[in-house]
């Protein structure tokens, strides 16, 4: 009796969420759904063994977690490439069409918040995960169940992962914010940066309160729904029970296309929640497949991001500061201003040469730019409103820190002076970060603090830093976890693969690219530690700045002595091939036919199951791709009438990345 009450609440509460918040024609009260779920929450409360995984009582939080578990990705989560005019739009146009040559696209709001993957189990919300680094991302779900626009159950029984945005409505951020300052609390910077942090709280109660929305605009493995285009795609996420937007257009040609970027680029203020540019999508799942993919971003898919906007502020004073490389940036300090949602009190100059000849002084109304994450940057100067008090900006002549006198090269002023504190605290901050080793837990302002107190004054000293334990949980924000956290951190990075390392040693002119092309290249430290610089200038991409650059790196004598250190700490020095993850292979089903030359068959399946890829025998709607070589069987006449893709070797070897 009293479960099957609960079943019907249940079915009437969700029933109403679903018209209010997905179709946005409410056919019940307020008062009349307050008193459903009055009625819901006592009987659950007193019947705990009967509450439902998808009652909405989950929508008003209460789960607790105690941290975020790691969840990977089937499908990685890619991000989009940019383009920023007309120009860059027709060069993407032009780009599909060589493979493709009547493209149509789907064109959407690009939405401003952050992605979202929700997999459905048998019609029920099971996961809901962040995109993480793209292929492992943190399991968000007791959060997200509170987000009412997110559908606890579906409306068919299937098994399903659908991924779109979590975004906050500008009215929710407005009124987040004014009741922020109302208790004399720092107000959010922007829609996104609330949403994202809404996501990550552990107490579910928090981003119950924030008020969050979310959009479904993309189904990562439609074809399995015998689906032909992403347009019937969204349909198809929309009869779900998804929300998705309104505002998706279909266009026949580029004319249509830029059409609509005019139109938005116009009216996006009208939105009820923030954009920042529109996403073109080739809508043909079949031309996606030929178009396919670059390691990061899908080449059937861009993002047009609007034009940066400017505003004017007071610039207060230049300051200095040296980075890793001892290069010395003057910096404007400013009167904040909001630009594009976040706050913004200062900006980088670059160099003298760019300040002289834009004549920036101090006390000038200039104007800021800052485009998506980029630093912000000063434009130029507003010289109508100068008052003739305004000071001629000067280079100073010594380091701000170690006062040794800079040493000018190209445009650029260096402190050349090795000890230089803030040129080792910044090595040691690049040394930790994310393309680098990647140790998490250590904030700039830690790393500070551990050089300054002496606990960290090199990168070797890190991996002796469990000698600090002791002291470390005296420190005022500390607890024996976050240092374990720490400590567990730095100890795993001590297996990166090589190009890790060689990119957070921080040799000049060696990017985290770089480094991976020698890393590749030369496999191990020793190899490319006895490299020749006219060896290293034969690689591809490495000109004589970087050749000379890694000799003299491993020509230095303190170099030398550090490397062989961070060796006998058991640091690994070798490069680890995890290209053997390759995205393109992970999660498909392939069958392979016919004599394939220079490969035997099991050889074939090593390598494609070593990068995640499933190898079966026979042909079935179940197939991914039939790999094809020389005389193959009947599987290729099958697995053309199932419509199947078809690989010959050289396809397989560029997807094998070999
Ligand atoms: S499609 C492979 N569609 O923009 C498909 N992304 O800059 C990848 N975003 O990571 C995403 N609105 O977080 C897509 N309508 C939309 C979007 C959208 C916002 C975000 C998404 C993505 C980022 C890329």
Redesign the pocket.
């Known amino acids: 009796m009293i479960e099957k009450r609960i079943d019907e609440l249940i079915e009437i509460l969700n029933k109403a969420n679903y018209e209010y918040h997905v179709l946005d024609s409410p056919t019940i009260t307020d008062q009349e759904y307050d008193s459903y779920l009055r009625e819901l929450i006592t009987l659950e409360e007193e019947h705990p063994d009967l509450k439902r995984p998808n009652s909405p009582t989950v929508r008003v939080g209460g789960e607790v977690i105690k941290e975020f578990n790691k969840v990977t990705h089937e499908i990685p989560m890619?991000?989009?490439s940019n383009v920023f005019n007309e120009d860059e739009i027709r060069l993407f146009d032009e780009r599909v069409k060589k493979e493709v040559p009547h493209p149509k696209y789907v064109c959407?709001?690009?939405?401003d918040g952050?992605?979202v993957s929700l997999i459905y189990e048998n019609g029920k919300l099971v996961r809901a995960a962040t995109?993480g680094d793209g292929v492992t991302g943190e399991d968000i779900t007791h959060n997200v169940k509170t987000i009412k626009s997110v559908p606890l159950k579906i409306k068919e029984d299937i098994d399903i992962e659908v991924r779109g945005?979590i975004y906050m409505s500008k009215y929710s951020f407005n009124k987040i914010n004014e009741e922020r300052l109302s208790k004399g609390q720092e107000p959010l910077a922007n829609p996104r940066n609330a949403a994202a942090g809404s996501v990550r709280q552990l107490d579910s109660k928090i981003a119950a309160k924030r008020n969050l929305d979310c959009f479904i605009?993309?189904l990562p493995d439609a074809s399995r729904y015998g689906i032909k285009t992403h347009m019937e795609a969204l349909n198809y996420m929309k009869s779900l029970g998804f929300v998705v937007s309104d505002n998706n257009r279909r266009v026949e040609n580029i004319d249509e296309l830029l059409e609509f970027i005019d139109y938005w680029t116009t009216n996006r203020d009208s939105l009820p929640y923030e954009i920042d540019g529109i996403?073109i999508k080739v809508d043909d799942l079949a031309d996606q497949r030929k178009l396919g993919y670059t390691v990061r971003t899908?080449r059937w898919?861009t993002?047009y991001k609007f034009p940066a906007s400017l505003v004017f502020t007071h610039l207060k004073d230049i300051i200095f500061t040296v980075g890793r490389t001892g290069q010395v940036t003057p910096n404007a300090l400013l009167d904040p201003v909001i630009v594009m949602g976040s706050k913004v009190s200062r900006a980088t100059l670059h160099n003298e040469e760019n300040i002289l000849k834009k004549d920036i002084r101090i006390g000038d109304v200039v104007s800021i730019i800052k485009a998506g994450d980029v630093i912000p940057e000063v434009t130029s100067v507003n010289k109508e409103r100068r008052t003739g008090k305004e000071v001629v900006f000067k280079m100073i002549e010594n380091c701000p820190i170690c006062h040794t006198k800079l040493v000018k090269d190209d445009a650029s002023y260096y402190c050349v002076n090795p000890l230089c504190d803030r040129k080792k605290i910044e090595g040691l901050i690049h040394f930790v970060s994310r393309h680098a080793m990647n140790i998490e837990g250590f904030g700039q302002r830690i790393i500070e603090d551990f050089y300054n107190m002496g606990y960290i004054k090199d990168v070797v000293d890190f991996y002796h830093l469990d000698k600090y334990k002791k002291e470390l949980m005296e420190l005022e924000g500390f607890g024996s976890k976050s240092i374990n956290n720490l400590l567990t951190s730095i100890e795993n990075s001590k297996n990166n693969s090589l190009e890790r390392l060689l990119f957070g040693l921080g040799i000049r002119h060696v990017g985290s690219k770089m480094a991976k092309t020698l890393a590749k290249t030369y496999k191990n430290l020793d190899n490319l530690m006895n490299a020749s610089f006219d060896e290293l200038v034969k690689i591809n991409d490495v000109g004589d700045v970087i050749a000379r650059s890694v000799v003299d790196y491993f020509s230095d004598q303190d170099n030398l002595e550090m490397i062989d250190k961070l060796k006998s700490l058991n640091i690994n020095m070798s490069y680890l091939d995890n290209s053997k993850n390759s995205e393109i292979l992970r999660g498909k089903t392939f069958v392979v036919t016919g004599t394939l030359n220079g490969y035997t068959r099991d050889e074939i399946k090593e390598e494609i199951e070593s990068r995640g890829g499933i190898v079966t025998n026979s042909v079935s709607s179940k197939t991914d791709v039939l790999v094809v070589g020389e005389n193959p069987g009947s599987k290729y006449d099958k697995a053309k009438a199932l419509n199947i893709t078809i690989w010959d070797i050289d396809k397989l070897k560029e997807s094998l990345g070999d």
Do not use: D, G, M
């Not at 959407?108 to 939405?111: A, D, P, Q, S």
């Open positions: 890619l991000s989009l959407e709001l690009k939405i952050l992605s995109r945005e605009y993309h996403v899908p898919a993002a």
